[in-house]
């Protein structure tokens, strides 16, 4: 998708302000509905098109990126506009600096359409917990995008961008990628800059695009990757470029299928969808091989503990003093008197402390205030050993599985999350029902490993057909073969 549009620009078919106009129109038409952006930047977008065109007109050569019109996930900085993270605490937040991504981006003349919408703090995988409208899943608008990158996987799946920003902390990228049935990519841990992304928790996040293709994905990448001196997790890594590695030949490549993957509480309908994907993947003449991740039922503990311990450090710098929304007398008043009645007892006049508590009693939401709460039991003095720091030894175990599993095969498959899209409401009052979304993804952060969700097909449901994603983790730094099998399983 993106080669085409580019090439079009070069041979003068359509102008990057032309592209952008287009994918403008497309929000106005849609986003109505799907509820994708919490910020436009037209202004901004109309400018970088315009720069574009005058150097195309010049005759200078422009990169795969140049004049291409993007969205960016609202939890990442862009220069001078508001920056939620789908949060009322930072509502009225704006960028004080580029993320290194959006700087990279920017050096590549990319265009920025605007901010997309997400679970808050990039907490939840339906995107409803934002504090903000709720996404529709492009695919049946009763049904959710999944998240938290649901508001960049809804707009590139309904043409409201042509490729997006996510960040994925336990699946954030590939679950909407999956729900919405476009291309998601977690890079392997430290391939991609951090700075500037408002951290979740910060040993798991992991910038990466949401794209149409898996071709685009690359050429996206090889834009993002690279070391930054902004951010001490960042690898050294001599700079690539990923498109140029997708050969569709994987004949003899070994596939390892995780056992513990296939079991209990995997759907019918996606379980075929699978099968039928690692038949294709055998006649591409890839060797499938049976693996065993062991410890893969203590993912989700490991990761609920792990994330929720960083994530309760990370947002202890949102007290209404340095960021964003301040809960002082003056705004107290001021929200009483629009609604009195429920939050009149929930407010405490005076101090410092109080302000920090109203700040962040009104300001944050429920999913997040229980995350909160958990990783500061988890890192509490007398529970530190059991819970932390245990959960740091089986993270190792964890990663040991992957270790052994890569001596025997190139690649691990499976599918990207145990059904396809739900409906709204549907997990919102059990968030362990909720938790079990990520059961497939999450392995892949705790391991650091690259991981990438593309569409192995649709199943029909009540009507409607719901996009099915298929997953590829890879070893440490091996983003190549990760795209080139993704890239070989769309061929032919
Ligand atoms: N859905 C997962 C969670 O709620 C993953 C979130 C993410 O990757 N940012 O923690």
Request: aromatic content about 8%; charged content about 30%; overall charge neutral.
């Amino acid at each position: 998708m993106i080669r085409k549009l580019h090439e079009k620009l070069i041979n003068n078919e359509t102008t990057s302000v032309e592209l952008t106009e287009e994918y403008f129109d497309n929000i106005k038409k849609r986003d109505g509905e799907i509820g994708a952006y919490l910020t436009l930047t037209k202004d901004l977008a109309l400018d970088q098109a315009r720069a574009v065109d005058d150097k195309i007109k010049k005759g200078e050569k422009i990169n795969l990126l140049e004049g291409i019109p993007c969205a960016v996930k609202d939890n990442i900085f862009l220069d001078g506009f508001r920056v939620t993270a789908g949060s009322k605490i930072l509502d009225n937040y704006i960028a004080p600096y580029d993320a290194t991504v959006v700087k990279k981006l920017k050096e590549r003349n990319a265009v920025f359409l605007g901010k997309t919408n997400l679970d808050e703090f990039a907490m939840g995988s339906s995107n409803e917990n934002s504090a903000y409208q709720k996404v529709k899943n492009p695919a049946d608008s009763e049904r959710v995008p999944g998240g938290s990158s649901g508001g960049s996987a809804a707009a590139v799946a309904s043409d409201e961008a042509v490729w997006a920003l996510g960040s994925d902390t336990g699946g954030s990228i590939r679950q909407p990628a999956s729900f919405c049935g476009v291309v998601g990519l977690k890079p392997t841990y430290g391939r991609v800059s951090r700075y500037g992304l408002i951290a979740m928790a910060s040993s798991l996040d992991q910038i990466g695009p949401i794209a149409k293709t898996v071709e685009d994905a690359a050429i996206i990448l090889s834009g993002l990757a690279g070391e930054d001196k902004m951010d001490a997790t960042s690898a050294r890594s001599s700079d690539k470029l990923y498109e140029n590695y997708l050969d569709a030949d994987i004949k003899g490549i070994r596939i390892g299928v995780p056992d513990e993957y296939l079991k209990k509480g995997l759907d019918e309908k996606v379980r075929e969808k699978f099968d039928t994907a690692v038949e294709k993947f055998k006649k591409k003449g890839a060797i499938i091989e049976k693996i065993s991740l062991p410890h893969s039922d203590y993912s989700l503990p490991v990761y609920y503990i792990i994330m929720t311990s960083e994530a309760s450090s990370n947002l202890a710098r949102f007290d209404g003093i340095k960021y964003g929304l301040r809960i002082d007398d003056r705004a107290k008043s001021d929200i009483l008197s629009k609604k009195a009645g429920s939050l009149k007892n929930s407010f405490v006049n005076g101090t410092l402390l109080e302000t920090y508590l109203d700040s962040r009693q009104y300001g944050l939401g429920e999913e997040v205030k229980r995350r909160i709460m958990l990783g500061t039991y988890a890192l509490s003095a007398g529970y530190y050993d059991a819970y932390y720091l245990k959960a740091q030894k089986v993270r190792a175990l964890i990663k040991n599985d992957f270790k052994k599993a890569f001596e025997k095969v190139d690649i691990i498959f499976s599918p990207t999350t145990p059904e396809a899209a739900f409906k709204f409401g549907e997990k919102t009052d059990d968030p362990l029902k909720m938790y079990l979304s990520d059961i497939y993804t999450v392995t892949a952060n705790l391991a650091g490993v690259p991981a990438i969700s593309f569409s192995i097909g649709e199943i029909n449901e009540e009507g409607s057909k719901l996009p099915v994603g298929g997953q590829l983790m890879g070893k440490w730094f091996d983003e190549e073969n990760l795209l080139r099998m993704a890239h070989a399983f769309g061929v032919g």
